[in-house]
């Protein structure tokens, strides 16, 4: 006799009960103050779409959007005001603010911070009490909040992802030589038609040492590049693909294949209106039409420029209660696995999705919008008269 076929849904939530044991005191504490119903555990997982036709159809149409930081005032003195502090923590990237709680903020002071996230590409505040419901709520100010067809979920809260490492690993174990997927520099859903803006991750329990996150500017890479070697990548497309696989619906003997999407590979930020280079090691599969030996030849060399400058990047210690919300569309990130799943690192995270990208040869870089430019590089890309040095060196 054949033997009876599982109820997957049954499978589910099994699962999803022994995960909850895991789950850290102080987290299940805070879930639960929050109203979170953890009795059919924790976290939801979705049922995973099996075939690329059908995650194609998620969110395929164009939606409005319109940036918050668009709308801000300039000054952001509503935000900045209200602030007991405000520390650029390097000269290029990353900011922290103190004495204010992100639940509370006023619509004007959520503008300014979505300007201050475009500006600065990551914006930290620790010791936030906010519980899923008002983070997604924060979220839906930023844009769509993305619901991910895979990814685990607070129960009752889709659009808010769970990312708790000690998870993924039991499934997928890490180590020191290989450490799992967000251990590499990567830009959050770069696949979809509209790809994600601001991210918004909240730790509620982190590491004493280690677990640290990096960020990288992409308007700084850009920048790093000579003003020639720009007009090369000014307005070429690349494709980027999905970090999770699916199977091809018409084709499922060619294994698991990945959801493409073709964008420009230097995009303009709709509120700053600056350059930066958008590409990431992780899911640029190759730039449209050059051959792939070229392809790979100027994406290594973007990936390397982006990766290696320590001083267009930012690493960031977490303590307890953080949250940090950083901009997909002007960097990319790389979670450190350093303390190997020997303490619990747990946060909830919402994406909001963002414009389709685009480019604007006229638009400047930060440097030059930001009056920064040095003598040599205004000469270089044509500002001034001069003489004609070459800038290469
Ligand atoms: O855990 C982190 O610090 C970041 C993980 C990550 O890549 C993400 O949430 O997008
Ligand atoms: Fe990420």
Do not use: C
């Not at 059908?54 to 939606?63: A, H, M, N, S």
């Not at 590491?207 to 990096?214: E, S």
């Amino acid at each position: 006799m054949a033997p009876a076929p599982i109820d997957e849904s049954i499978v589910d939530v099994v699962e999803q009960k022994k995960d909850t044991l895991k789950l850290p005191e102080s987290t299940r504490e805070r879930l639960i103050k929050a109203g979170v119903d953890l009795s059919e555990g924790y976290p939801y997982r979705p049922s995973k779409p099996l075939y690329l036709q059908d995650v194609y159809k998620i969110r395929g149409e164009e939606r409005e959007y319109i940036d918050a930081g668009s709308r801000a005032d300039k000054s952001k003195k509503n935000l900045f005001e209200a602030a007991s502090k405000v520390t650029d923590l390097t000269a290029h990237i990353g900011t922290e603010i103190e004495g204010l709680q992100l639940k509370d903020l006023t619509p004007e002071q959520r503008d300014e911070l979505a300007l201050l996230i475009a500006e600065r590409s990551v914006v930290f505040f620790r010791n936030q009490e906010i519980t899923p419901q008002q983070q997604l709520e924060l979220g839906k100010w930023f844009g769509e909040p993305e619901v991910h067809p895979q990814t685990p979920q607070v129960p009752g809260l889709l659009g808010v992802t769970v990312i708790w490492p000690d998870l993924f690993a039991t499934e997928r174990p890490a180590s020191f030589r290989k450490p799992g997927g967000a251990s590499s520099w990567h830009s959050d859903l770069v696949h979809e038609k509209q790809p994600a803006g601001v991210t918004h991750l909240h730790n509620d329990i982190v590491p004493p040492i280690g677990g640290d996150t990096l960020w990288a500017s992409g308007y700084g890479a850009y920048e790093k590049l000579s003003p020639d070697f720009r007009k090369i990548i000014d307005g070429k497309l690349a494709v980027y693909r999905s970090a999770h696989p699916y199977l091809d619906r018409e084709n499922p003997s060619a294994g698991p294949q990945f959801l493409e999407r073709i964008h420009p590979l230097v995009r303009v930020h709709p509120a700053t209106g600056w350059k930066a280079l958008w590409v990431n090691r992780a899911m640029t599969v190759r730039i449209v039409g050059l051959d792939k030996a070229e392809s790979d030849l100027i994406l290594g060399y973007l990936y390397d420029v982006y990766e290696k400058n320590v001083d267009i990047q930012v690493r960031f210690k977490w303590t307890p209660n953080t949250s940090v919300l950083w901009d997909n569309r002007i960097t990319i990130h790389n979670a450190s696995w350093d303390y190997a799943g020997k303490h619990p690192r747990h946060g909830n995270r919402v994406t909001s999705l963002a414009e389709v990208p685009y480019f604007d040869p006229n638009a400047p870089t930060r440097r030059q919008a930001l009056g920064l430019l040095d003598e040599e590089e205004k000469e270089a890309l044509g500002l001034i008269a001069g003489d004609a040095k070459d800038f290469s060196l």
